[in-house]
């Protein structure tokens, strides 16, 4: 029978809806049965595409005799990490707090209050290498709960007073100048893998946000080092099996320093990210590469990722049926030389077998390799290739498809909104742009209210319960920022404005200027979550400042600009520092010392020849954050175009930046030059 979870909305919860185990979602609801039963509370936290979360609940809330356990003595609860940020956010760091790590599924106890006293990730069925099995943990909570019911309480409030203690130092919140941002590079170039590209060692992460920075930093000093990582970092990570050499789009991570084994899933975050950082690099450089990378993620993120409602689903799970009936990470996208021979026969399958790096002994589990697109001597025929490719990628779309989760997170569809609509208009793909249009009017129609106010989440046309974090407000605002650079259509600035006043007003710091993650008006927890540093995806407090700062740019709006500097005070602390975890940070911080400049392109409508190409070599400047309006001299779509006339009746160039203008020009070239950084 069903269990609460069967009216949820969130792929992840419906799938632990007919466990044996009687979970509650999160609710003053689980919390008020547990004081009235006068027991702890399991809370359990995860995502859909999360490996570990699959496993765990296959052994242990699937087990009857371990949820009878659990029913019997705890009140459980079950969060999906990608609708509840903040709860994630909370737990997460008194798990980190208290272990030095954490990870999902997160295993925390609670009392009625919320309040922590015992932590864990993942706990295996029976005891494994020094970690307890998850029955003795459940029965050692249960006991410590009957039989030491003081000490308990008193460890969580001590917890929770630890947290409290925790707030952000601010500094001295004045903005970051030229010596951080150096400080900052030189830290980058310590940690740097010169032989393999990226940061640090094992597992690799793609380093989206600092490679902006770095593309950024490339643009405004020239610095040839900041540019060399980036381009090699993106290179290393397009030839590695994280990349889907057939198929197109990023995997979350390499397992191994090479990025040669990924973890299989696939997020829409990273690939919007990511989509977006190649189109930049072949902006910088023009590489071939960069450019396929770019239009293959796109691609990729819309042929895959796309919902019947137009927007963008949040996940391709790791795991798949490996055609036996067991469910197995890589499944998907791993090849034997064997399985190649059969697809191709026995002179084409080595020809595969040596373009992408497929072994005898294989680079994966059992034999199986990672694709992969090593450097070789020699020329290969580009003909023969790509009917290579597509033959292995029409086998591969015979086997069981992973998993997909279905739900639409309003900040990730942001993230996609920029990539693609900056990656359509770079290479001419209108469809792409399209794709980009059509996800921001699902958000604009099903996730903001009357009052702009965001909704988290929604699945199948229907919005979820859960408001929207900052990370949510900024990465929207800056996905409507782009749509407005690139369309010409003014109702997308206007739609950010509504979004960043609410940045202003309900997650703002009045007196400080820093910000937090949830709403002064949200759901009250242990501690308000406020984190400045970037992980997978731009924190809430850096992606607001750069969308602040676009904002100010693009109307005059002073109060946006100083809340952009105030924003971006924290990377004047923790840029020289821990460059790698606030990159989005840094990369704001460059658009501001730059400007931003203001470009405003006049002349007769978008497909008048000399609009379009002034309009497309404004969106190609390198010139950091720039941003661009363009209309009629007489429109009032956008406040850049005010006062702006043709200029001997041709369409006219005007860049500006610090209260300061050039002349206004119609050559393409002079533009050019005026905004390359």
Known sequence: MPNRLAHETSPYLLQHADNPVDWWPWSAEAFEEARKRNVPVLLSIGYSSCHWCHVMAHESFEDQETAEYLNAHFVSVKVDREERPDVDAVYMEAVQAATGQGGWPMTVFLTADAEPFYFGTYFPPAPRQGMPSFRQVLQGVHQAWDDRRDEVTEVAGKIVRDLAGREISYGDARTPGEEELAQALLGLTREYDPQRGGFGGAPKFPPSMVLEFLLRHHARTGAEGALQMAQDTCERMARGGMYDQLGGGFARYSVDRDWVVPHFEKMLYDNALLCRVYAHLWRATGSELARRVALETADFMVRELRTNEGGFASALDADSDDGTGRHVEGAYYVWTP??????????????????FGVT????????ASVLQLPVREGVFDAEKLASVSERLLAKRSERPAPGRDDKIVAAWNGLAIAALAETGAYFDRPDLVEAAVAAADLLVRLHLDEQARLTRTSKDGHAGANAGVLEDYADVAEGFLALASVTGEGVWLEFAGFLLDHVLVRFTDPESGSLYDTAADAERLIRRPQDPTDNAAPSGWTAAANALLSYAAHTGSAPHRAAAEKALGVVKALGPRVPRFIGWGLAAAEAMLDGPREVAIVGP?????????????????????????????????????????????????????????????????????????
């Open 338 to 355: 064997e399985q190649l021979r059969e697809v191709l026969g026995e002179q084409d399958a080595e020809l595969a077998a040596e373009h």
């Open 360 to 367: 005898e002994e294989g680079t994966f589990e059992e034999g």
């Open 605 to 677: 409508a978008l497909d008048h020849e000399g609009t379009r190409t002034l309009h497309r070599t404004a969106l190609l400047g390198t010139a950091p954050g720039a941003v661009v309006a363009v209309g009629a001299p007489e429109s009032d779509e956008f406040p850049l175009l005010a006062d702006r006339p043709l200029v001997g009746g041709e369409p006219a160039a005007y860049v500006c930046r610090n209260f300061t203008c050039d002349a206004p020009t119609t050559r393409p070239d002079r533009l050019r030059t005026v905004l390359s950084g």
